[in-house]
């Protein structure tokens, strides 16, 4: 039986290279370790509010019961998964995208006169399917969530004040890949043996 190990236990802190969450098109690579290589395709969509993020799991079953009414067997009749968060970076142009699709959000360079500048056409479409990474780090240790399926489908209120930042606030589904997986987590506890030897 495994001792108690203060090692195993991570704070949830985004890596600050990337703010937290990387997003890229449907079908890019996922790293299959917590350290490994992430594809250039999986760009940073800027900071994540300090909310964090939050991640639900729902399972719905049904009982049966036999001819005296005592349950004998319970059957899980569905599973879900939802990763909710906030982008922090309102003008953030993967975070759009991400909300209301490639083509909805153009992206003009800063020159002598304006800023860089975005526009969003907003509308009723779908938010597209994409591949989703959240990269936290608690000193040496490290955990990832990988979604190798992900679509935005619920977009919280957004309050423009001067007392609060503006948030995209999100919920994204998950959705099963060819192996049947929603979602896949890479961890490493940063506790390296001495001499070297594996990567």
Known sequence: MANNNAKKVIAGKPVPVSGGVRVGPLGTTLPTTANGTIDAALVGAGYVANAGLTKTESRESRVTNDWGGLPIKRTQTSFGVQLSFAFLEYLNEEGAKAIYGDDAVTVAAATSTHGEQINIAVSGKEAPHKTW????????????????????????????????????????????DEDGNYYYELGDDGVKTSGGGGS
């Open 133 to 176: 990474l959240f990269d936290m780090a608690d000193g040496d240790a490290i955990l990832r969530i990988a979604v190798p399926d992900g679509q935005v489908t619920a977009v919280g209120d957004t309050t423009y004040s001067t007392s609060d930042d503006a948030l995209r606030q999100v919920t994204i589904d998950c959705f099963p």
